[in-house]
Each structure stands twice: as structure tokens, then as C-alpha cells.
């Protein structure tokens, strides 16, 4: 069974063995067509993701109220996910009751463009969005006139041009790195655009179809659909490879880079470190995200850490090591 925690009061109840106001961590593994979906967060008269899951989620487990959850990756508007994470703090005693036909009473309360791998309580120290190592997103993209499956349409953006994939990955090799995306991101108030991008590269699938696979530990508004956008003139030979690392050195958002369409775009995988380092890694994203929102003055020294292996899968230049950061306020040293 997952971890109770404590809120701040102490009152018990006397049937009941732990703290009337404690929680359980409950992890949802999950994936949805996010065609008809106004993206992951709730909005105000807008169908989200979220607004169904957390209404149905509450209704399954006789809450009060919609569940309140945590995502991983919130996806805009139209983009899919296959390999969705989220957690919700739920009553132990909803939980205990409800909890084992949850998944069952899901797939039927839930729309069809929804559904719930999995439902179960979390390790001490889950946490869906600062407990990640990293997500990946694919991006998929038909370039020949013959080979478009209209069966496919909703997630496989229409190329009508031929893309060299050789030049796209040219120009994605020279992103890699832990750098500052403001080019290719849309900006949010206090949000950092710094980010660890881990893997960037295209191949072709059975079906002939340009797959794109971009790993890093995290993503700002817009930042794939940006960089494909930005790596698509270069397979159409209207740019050099060289291009989209020019774009991103100029750190403002280029009107020459198009932000592609959403349908084409879909969340495959979040990875966690073992169950024993998941509060270790969920406080160094807290710090670190912190410290870049702040727009704080460091210097990083590279730290090697039990959480630092991690293998994105890439080719083999590009099998990243996550390099954990200890950040040191202040100047950086003379030398």
C-alpha cells in the first residue's frame, strides 16, 4: 500500500487508524486522443482532460468533490498521449473502499477518448511532475502523396514536400544540451525556458512515415512543435542545417520558425529513477526549476549521482547522461 501523508492537523477518528485529514498518493498511468480535448488543464467551459478525468475520478470514488491531480506533461490543445502520468491525494478510506474496482468503474464512466492504464498507490516520495527524469514526445509526419492513411489523419501531420531526415538530424545534433529555448517557446510569467534536451532525431517507420523522438527533462509551451517546426524548412531544403541553432543562439521567438500542428504530436513515455530515489530527484527539480525561474546568477558544477545514468534511447552519439547540477548562488570564479 502507498504512503500516507500528513496534513497539519492531528485528529483522529476512532474507527479509523490514521489521521482523519491524511492522504493516500494514488499514480495514474493513462493515454487519450486529445483531438476533441481543449489540451490537458482545466478551463472554464472548455472539455480538458483534466475537467473529465478528476469529475469521473471523484464520481468512482464517491469524493466530494472532482479529484485534484498533478500531470506530468500538460499538453495543449489537440496533442495525444500515449504514456500520461498523474497523481491524485485521495481519503484512505475512499481509497480502501473504492480503490480496487477503480480501474474497472473507469473504463466504463470514462469518454472513449480516454482511458486509464492503470490506477494504484504511489512509493514515498512520488511525485508526477518533479519526480521525472524526463518525457518523450513523438512527432509523426507523412512527406509521400501515396502513403497518407486517412485512418491516420488525426495523428500524422500532411507533409506535401519531401523531407531529407539525414539534414533534419544534422540540424537537431546541434540543439542537444542543456541550454535556454526562449526561441522556440512561448513565454509564461516567472517560467524559466531553460531545458535539458536530451534527444532530437527522425526515422522512418514501416509505413515510411517521419517519426520524431525529442527526450528532455522537461518542456515549455510550445517547445516541440517549435523545434519540428523549425527542422521541417531544413528537410525541405529551404534552410541550412545550420539554422535552427542560429534561431535558438538569438534566444527570440524567429516568425520564420512555424509552430506545427498539435495532432501530429504525442506525449509516448515518462520516465521515474527507483522507487528509493524518487524523493532524492523530486527535490532537485524543485531547487533547480527554482532557482532558473528566479533568473538567479550561478555557476553549475556537474554532479555524478546514482540518478545521472539515464539512456534515452537514442543513436549512439546521442545516449544522453542526465547530469545532476548542484547550483552554487553567486559569480561565476576567475580563473
Known amino acids: 500500500m502507498g504512503s500516507l501523508r500528513q496534513l497539519p492537523s492531528q485528529t483522529t477518528h476512532s474507527h479509523f487508524p490514521v489521521a482523519e485529514n491524511a492522504v493516500i498518493r494514488v499514480r495514474i498511468d493513462l493515454a487519450y486522443d486529445g483531438t476533441d480535448f481543449s489540451g490537458w488543464a482545466t478551463q472554464p467551459g472548455q472539455r480538458t482532460v483534466q475537467g ?73 516520495g512520488f511525485d508526477a511532475r518533479f519526480a521525472a527524469l524526463w518525457r518523450r514526445y513523438a512527432y509523426r509526419i507523412c512527406d509521400h502523396p501515396a502513403a497518407a492513411d486517412p485512418l491516420r489523419r488525426r495523428d500524422t501531420l500532411w507533409n506535401p514536400r519531401p523531407l531529407d531526415l539525414a539534414a533534419m538530424n544534422e540540424a537537431a545534433s546541434l ?17 524559466t525556458t531553460v531545458r535539458a534536451l536530451r534527444r532530437l532525431d527522425w526515422q522512418r517507420d514501416a509505413d515510411s512515415v517521419a517519426v520524431g523522438v525529442v527526450v528532455a527533462d522537461a518542456f515549455c509551451h510550445n517547445m516541440v ?27 527570440v521567438r524567429d516568425p520564420a520558425v512555424r509552430v506545427v500542428a498539435p495532432h501530429g504530436l504525442c506525449l509516448e513515455e515518462v520516465r521515474y529513477p527507483d522507487e528509493g530515489q524518487l524523493a532524492a530527484r523530486a527535490a532537485v527539480t524543485r531547487r533547480v526549476r527554482g532557482l532558473r525561474g528566479a533568473g538567479a546568477r550561478c555557476r553549475r558544477v556537474a554532479l555524478h549521482h546514482p540518478l545521472a545514468e539515464v539512456d534515452v534511447g537514442g543513436t549512439r552519439h546521442q545516449i544522453a547522461v542526465e547530469r545532476l547540477e548542484l547550483v552554487i548562488l553567486g559569480g561565476r570564479r576567475r580563473r
Not at 59 to 78: M, Y
Not at 90 to 118: K, Q, T
Not at 232 to 250: D, I, K, M, N, T
Request: hydrophobic letters at 45%.
Open 52 to 124: 473529465e478525468l478528476s469529475r469521473v475520478l471523484g464520481h468512482v470514488l464517491r469524493l466530494p468533490e472532482p479529484a485534484r491531480l498533478t500531470v506530468a506533461g500538460r499538453t495543449d490543445t489537440g496533442v495525444h498521449a500515449r504514456g500520461q502520468v498523474a497523481h491524485a491525494d485521495l481519503p484512505p478510506a475512499a481509497w480502501e473502499e473504492h480503490g480496487p474496482a477503480a480501474l474497472r468503474r473507469l473504463a466504463r464512466a470514462l469518454p472513449p477518448d480516454i482511458r486509464v492504464r492503470a490506477i494504484a498507490p504511489a512509493p514515498e
Open 175 to 191: 540543439l542537444l544540451g542543456e541550454r535556454d529555448f526562449a526561441a522556440f517557446c512561448r513565454r509564461r510569467e516567472g517560467a
Open 225 to 251: 512543435r517549435a523545434l519540428v517546426g523549425a527542422l521541417l524548412p531544413v528537410g525541405e531544403g529551404s534552410r541550412p542545417p545550420s539554422w535552427p541553432a542560429q534561431v535558438l543562439a538569438a534566444a
